[in-house]
């Protein structure tokens, strides 16, 4: 008897081993980059510019295909208005920064990982008041939205992969507390991004 619960101690010991070497969390860091299309709406139009920032993301694997990711992304931009109250276009210098969350589901061929994944968060648009800004009196936005995307991952080592992927943000278009720049209409950001990501 004392064998059988000595083996049986064993035995769960070395699952807890395998399972403590087995690889469930990674970090990954990424340049990335903004896209945003026309909004029309309330007598003003906004476009938010091409921008280059960054994205930082962690993710624990909750089974071999399910995962949640955390991802905080920084772009420093522009945005353009038009507005029927004032002549010409109008810029906005300003700074994005993205705090999602999401579900993630993965597959594995080989060295290739394709996922997708799901989420909701916030996009945090601050403006940065210098030369390239022509409403001086505008304020922080901060917008709730839902998160959308998919890409691949490949294994380069059993510690590092490349990670490329397409993701979108359905988004409030910001006005910077400034009626004239008030559209009430919601646009689909494009966050393309490519990185690397660091398992532990």
């Not at 026309?38 to 071999?64: I, M």
């Not at 295909?65 to 300003?94: C, M, V, W």
């Not at 390239?132 to 080592?157: F, H, R, W």
Request: with cysteine; net charge neutral.
């Amino acid at each position: 008897m004392k064998k059988m619960m000595l083996l049986g101690a064993l035995l769960l010991c070395a699952a807890a081993v395998s399972q403590a070497q087995e690889s469930r969390q990674d970090f990954s860091a990424s340049a990335t980059g903004v896209f945003g299309p026309d909004v029309h709406g309330l007598g003003a139009q906004e476009q938010a510019k091409g921008a280059l920032g960054f994205l930082a993301s962690y993710r624990y694997s909750l089974t071999p295909r399910s995962g949640l990711e955390l991802n905080y992304g920084f772009l420093q931009g522009a945005t353009k208005y038009i507005s029927d109250d004032f002549q010409g276009p109008l810029y906005e210098h300003d700074r994005q920064e993205e705090i999602t969350g999401a579900y993630v589901y993965s597959r594995n061929y080989k060295r290739y990982n394709p996922f997708v994944e799901i989420g909701v968060g916030g996009m945090i648009f601050t403006e940065i008041r210098d030369y390239k800004t022509n409403v001086l009196s505008t304020k922080q936005n901060t917008n709730i939205g839902g998160l959308a995307g998919g890409g691949l991952a490949y294994e380069i080592s059993p510690s590092f992969d490349i990670r490329a992927e397409y993701r979108g943000f359905l988004v409030k278009a910001p006005d910077f507390g400034y009626a004239p720049y008030k559209t009430n209409r919601y646009e689909w950001l494009s966050l393309p991004a490519i990185g690397i990501a660091y398992h532990f």
